[in-house]
């Protein structure tokens, strides 16, 4: 009796744990301000997250627990969802921002949202690109990823691009073939200035054979490009100790980020001063010269925007506290 009277407390104590963190994330989803205009970001130093929008259900969950009972502990993998964990490694170089999916009724934890019309979004996604300081692309099927892919060849520089592997092999394939595609489409048909050229990128890193001592991470591997668009491949894999402290997890995410969060140190601010026009929507059917396109209207100021009604109402941007987690020292 006593035994069970243990399991039963022990149970009845993780289900409100995990009814409370719930409650807690719908809280901090109705208090997270959103961006009200991306100009607003002119003069800033942020880092971009293009992703598709099928990726923000699976990123809005808890981050998935670490293997082993005997020295397990809620506080190993901190932040809320798995997006505030993974971008939470970034936040120190410049607040993560990203475009918020169409008719969400609140915008999501991690990135800072802002919301843009279903018609040319184009036009201020290749603004937002060019003055990032860094572009996070979780890679993933979907034109619109192959589209922002495509987007940073031709406007920004190499370095300033990391990939973000979290798909598998099949995914990952048809996002190479896609992009292989609409690289040479757009290529010959906005034509412009010299393209950059269209990086091979690597296989999917093969998983590990299994130990159970393996996390099952939001991560599976990232890629970084050198200045002649070479990519190396950092496969993410985090091996738990049987026995460890509390932070063990945390330093060694430390040690696996470390090649993709070093250069970007180094990484000069960006300015205004270069940038590419920014491209014409998918679907124009214009019959300019293809070598000089011209650019789409902005949407008007004063359009309602498509999103979370915080975006319609808000009178102004407040600035996020960060992340609740840093990396540590």
Not at 13 to 24: H, I, M, N, S
Not at 132 to 152: D, I, K, N, R, Y
Not at 171 to 179: C, K, L
Not at 296 to 319: C, D, F, K, M, Y
Request: charged share 20%.
């Amino acid at each position: 009796m006593r035994v069970l009277i243990i399991v039963v407390v022990v149970s009845i104590g993780w289900l409100l744990f995990d009814v409370g963190r719930k409650l807690l994330v719908r809280g901090q989803r109705h208090r997270v301000s959103t961006i009200t205009s991306f100009d607003h970001l002119k003069g800033e130093q942020y880092l971009l997250y293009l992703r598709p929008f099928a990726l923000d259900q699976p990123m809005a969950r808890a981050p998935s627990g670490t293997p082993g009972w005997g020295s397990r502990s809620p506080f190993e993998v901190p932040g809320l969802t798995a997006e505030q964990f993974l971008l939470g490694q970034f936040s120190e170089h410049g607040r993560v921002v990203a475009v918020g999916r169409p008719g969400e009724q609140l915008p999501l934890l991690g990135a800072q949202r802002g919301y843009l019309p279903l018609q040319g979004w184009e036009y201020t996604v290749s603004e937002l690109i060019q003055g990032a300081h860094v572009v996070l692309m979780s890679v993933a099927q979907g034109p619109g990823t192959a589209w922002e892919f495509t987007e940073v060849l031709r406007t920004t520089t190499p370095e300033r691009l990391i990939l973000v592997i979290s798909c598998d092999e099949r995914e990952y394939d048809a996002f190479r073939t896609a992009v292989a595609g609409l690289y040479e489409a757009r290529k010959k048909r906005e034509g412009g200035s010299p393209w950059a050229p269209l990086p091979v990128l690597p296989d999917c890193p093969v998983v590990p054979r299994a130990t159970g001592r393996e996390w099952d991470a939001p991560l599976r591997a990232f890629v970084t490009f050198d200045q002649e668009w070479h990519p190396t491949l950092f496969p993410f894999v985090v091996t738990v100790p049987r026995l460890r402290h509390y932070r063990t997890v945390r330093k060694l995410v430390g040690q696996q980020m470390a090649p993709a969060l070093s250069p970007l140190h180094a990484l000069p601010r960006r300015t205004a001063a270069g940038t590419v026009p920014p491209p014409l929507p998918a679907d124009s059917q214009s019959s300019a010269d293809p070598s000089t396109p011209a650019p789409p209207p902005r949407p008007h100021p004063n359009e309602p925007l498509i999103g979370s009604v915080l975006v319609h109402h808000q009178a102004a941007t407040r600035r996020r506290r960060g992340f609740p987690w840093r990396k540590p020292m």
